[in-house]
């Protein structure tokens, strides 16, 4: 059902939807983004395994790679949630050395491991 314009910049504003049809539209907006997201992440640390292979990667929710490098160094990669970077402790307790990695959004999955493999192979 419409309703007429409002003048407003929002273009649902002239539609008028009952809140419960809003709230289910938009938490299955945010759950579909989220698994979206996650799913990439998933491809990412798959991709990333096979470029270091004597590194194990963990990828859990809510976005970020653990790779444990075969020198010992432990790094934390920032997912897709939150950008990609890379902190890595090169032993236990010792302050991260911290690398943003350039991106874009649209990158697939393994331009995104080629990226992460390019700064964590200097560790």
């Known amino acids: 059902m419409s309703k007429p314009s409002s003048g407003d910049d929002d273009p649902l504003a002239d539609f008028d939807l009952p ?6 539209t938009f938490e299955h907006a945010i759950g579909d983004d989220a698994m979206r997201v996650h799913e990439r992440g998933h491809a990412v640390a798959a991709a990333l ?3 270091l292979k004597s ?10 790679l653990t ?4 020198s010992g160094a ?3 990669c920032g997912g897709p949630a939150i950008g990609w970077m890379v902190d890595v402790e090169r032993t236990p307790g010792a302050p991260a050395v911290t690398r943003e990695i350039a991106v874009d959004d649209d990158e697939d999955a393994g331009q995104v491991a080629d990226a992460l493999a390019k700064v964590l192979k200097k560790f």
């Open 74 to 76: 432990v790094a934390r």
């Open 19 to 24: 809140p419960e049809v809003m709230s289910s």
């Open 67 to 70: 790779v444990h490098l075969a």
């Open 49 to 51: 395994q096979r470029k």
């Open 55 to 64: 590194a194990l990667v963990d990828y859990q929710f809510p976005g970020m």
